[in-house]
Structures are given as C-alpha cells and as structure tokens.
C-alpha cells in the first residue's frame, strides 16, 4: 500500500501541470523581452553602449531591493499566490510603458521597478512550487529541475519570436504580447495555483536561519554571481557583438539563445535525476568547466558555425546553475524557501549590475573580445568558490 500510495503521488495532477504551464508562461514574458532590450535601447531609445550598461545596472539595483522585500515579506506572511498575480499585473503595465514610452529616464526608473516585480513572480513561483512538492511528497529536486526545463523551453521559442516581432512589426508590438503573456499568466494563478497560508509553517521551534551556513552560504552566493555576471555581460554583448563587430544578421543573435535553451532542457533533467546521486557540488562544478570552455571559444572564435556550436558548453553551464543552484540555497536554507530562492535570484539581479557595468564600460573602450576575457577572468573565480564549499 505505501508503494501504490508512493506511485500516486508522483502522477501527473492539475496543480503540479498548472505549474509547468505558468513557468513555461512567465518564461516567454522574460524571453520576449530581455534578449532584444540592448538593441531596444540602442535603436529606439538611442543611447550608448555605457548608458545601455548603466540602465541594466540600475535595473539590478532596483530588482534586488523589490525581490527581497517581497522574499522577506511572503516568508512570514500572507498568501504567496495573490503575491504572484499582482507581480504579474504589475509586469504585464510594465510592458505597456516600454511599448509607448522612449524617454530613457521614465523607463530606467518607473519602467524597472514595475518590471521588477513582474519578473518577482518567478522565484515565487518556484517558492510556493517548493512548498506545494514537500505538501504532496513529490521529489523536490526532479520536479524543480522540470520547472527550470520550461524556462528554458520558453527560451527556444521566445527569442526567435522576440527578435521577429521587433524586427518585422516593431518593439510595441512584442512589449504588447509580453503583456497580454503576463495577464494570461495571473489568469492561471488565480484559478488553479494553490493557496498555502503560512499560520500552516508556524511552530514553536525557529526557523533554520543562513546563520549555520553562513561560510557555505556566502561562498555559494559568490560563485553564483559570478557564473550569472559572465551570463550576464554574454546576454548584453553578444546581440551588439554579432551585429556591429562580426556584421552578421540580427537572426542570428535570437537563434544563438534558442539554440542554448533548447540545449539546456535535457542537461537541467538530467542534473535533476543525477543530483542524489552524484551531489550538487559536482554538478556546479561541470557548470563551472563548461563556462571556462564557452568563453576561451568566445575569445577564440568567431565563425557562424562556431558560435552555434558553442551553445552546447553555454546550455551545460547555464542549466546546472538555473536548476541545482537554487535547489543548494535552498538545502542550506530550510523552512526558508521563499527567501532562499529569491537570494539564489537575487545572484542574478547581482551579476546584472556587475555585468552591466563591465559590459558598457569594456565595450565602449576596449571592444567585446575584452569583455569575454573578463568573462573567462570571472569564471575562473566561480571555480574557486566551488573548490572550497562543502557538499549537500
């Protein structure tokens, strides 16, 4: 009976599906915004490759703050759910600003922090998915690693089409349709997410703080970071890199991400599967290789098929860390999933500032050959921490 009991619990149900599908969603709401947004602001807000920089620096700045406020506050209280639609309401007004409005001030301040909340929504996505798996005894790891796979199935298919939309009937009309993809977002939320009031988590003993983790922790933090700021600086460069210094086609830059997330699904289920197995400090640390590898390639080559080819060791790096990572925050972090996964995000919006900066600063003075050697530099510091942190 408890292994029948065991086989039911893993079987497909509406919630865990309804997950999936709003994953998959607020995936295509990101990836229909983020590869076009240096070409966007260079084109149609018109500034240069330093403002470009600053503006994803600012933008960090002000994700941090929104994220962790919201991370701290949904730990302690109220109903992460109605959290995630309104992130998804405020998201989805976002993009109707950036589809009208091309004063770069407005966007950098009132755009960002209306886009910061909307891209809150995913780390509590995957909170409240966390919660929803230990509720129901499905395997955290596996059902995690899913989730991450449709970020990065939305990522096949949302570049190619942001990059379509932008080029072949303009930048308010891709916005629009991240827009309408954010509402029908809240949409699924509202009606088949579960509500799962915290009074439920309330013991008397104290929530397991980063405190007695904190060396593991911080190193953790680190290496993340600085995986997600050479992420970061690829993601800015690499469009106006492929465009203005190679001369190849704007098509090209859309096809390289989608090449890459299409990539990146197997490799996150499979780390999803292996995890137990062969643990999560090992699989960071193929992450970490494979990102060594991917920017000597950047640095070495620049032939078409090259570039192409090169997504498979970009795919390695970004799915490990998208998908184990959060879950190793979350192993030194229990009872604080919320605030766990939005520290883990957090390494994200921490390397667009760092990356930002470089990218524009690198780019404007050196050329981008400069920026994917810091990118290699960074790397090298990532595998550092990996070397010294313990296992989970």
């Known amino acids: 009976m408890s292994i029948l009991n065991s086989v039911l619990r893993r079987q497909p149900d509406l919630t865990s599906s309804a997950f999936l599908v709003i994953a ?26 330093l403002m470009v920089g600053l503006y994803y620096t600012g933008s960090a700045v002000i994700g941090i703050v929104v994220s962790q406020m919201l991370a701290t506050r949904s730990d302690k209280q109220g ?3 109605r959290l995630i639609l309104h992130c998804c309401i405020l998201g989805a007004l976002g993009c109707v600003l950036y589809a009208w409005n ?34 129901t005894g499905r395997e955290a790891a596996m059902f995690s690693s899913v989730m991450r796979a449709q970020i990065s199935l939305s990522w096949v298919i949302g570049p190619p089409v942001a990059f379509a939309l932008a080029l072949g009937f303009g930048f308010p009309v891709m916005y629009l349709s991240a827009a309408v993809v954010f509402l029908l977002c809240g949409a699924l939320v509202t009606f088949l997410l579960p509500s799962m009031p915290k009074s439920a988590l309330k013991t008397d003993t104290t929530l397991a703080s980063p405190r007695q983790n904190r060396h593991d922790t911080l190193l953790l933090f680190f ?10 600086v690829y993601l800015i460069s690499m469009p106006l890199y492929v465009v203005n210094a190679l001369g190849l086609s704007e098509k090209l830059a859309g096809i390289m991400m989608g090449t890459a997330a299409g990539l990146e ?8 599967y292996v995890a137990k197995r062969v643990g999560k400090r090992f699989l960071m640390r193929i992450a970490v290789g494979a990102g060594l590898l991917f920017y000597v390639g950047l640095v070495l080559f620049s032939a078409e098929w090259a570039l192409l080819a090169l997504q498979l ?10 998908g184990i990572g959060m879950l190793y925050f979350q192993d030194l972090m229990p ?12 390494t994200t919006r921490v390397g667009w500032i760092i990356s930002g900066s470089l990218a524009g600063i690198v780019a404007q003075f050196w050329g981008y050959h400069a920026v994917f050697f810091i990118s290699l530099l960074m790397s090298v510091g990532a595998g550092y921490c990996m070397w010294k942190i313990k296992d989970v």
Request: charged share 10%; hydrophobic share 50%; aromatic share 8%.
């Open 24 to 49: 998959f969603l607020t995936g295509i709401a990101g990836a229909l915004q983020l590869p076009t947004l240096s070409l966007f602001l260079s084109t149609e807000v018109k500034v240069n490759p």
């Open 79 to 81: 109903d992460r759910k």
């Open 102 to 135: 091309r004063n770069y001030f407005i966007l950098l301040i009132v755009g960002v922090i209306l886009s910061s909340f909307g891209s809150t929504a995913n780390p509590q996505l995957f909170a409240l998915a966390r919660e929803h798996a230990d509720r």
């Open 223 to 232: 290496a993340c970071t600085a995986m997600w700021t050479c992420n970061g």
């Open 265 to 272: 699904i197997p490799v996150m289920l499979i780390a999803g």
């Open 313 to 322: 060791l970009n795919a390695v790096f970004i799915g490990i860390l998208a």
């Open 335 to 346: 009872g604080q999933a919320g605030t766990a996964t939005t520290l883990f995000t957090n």
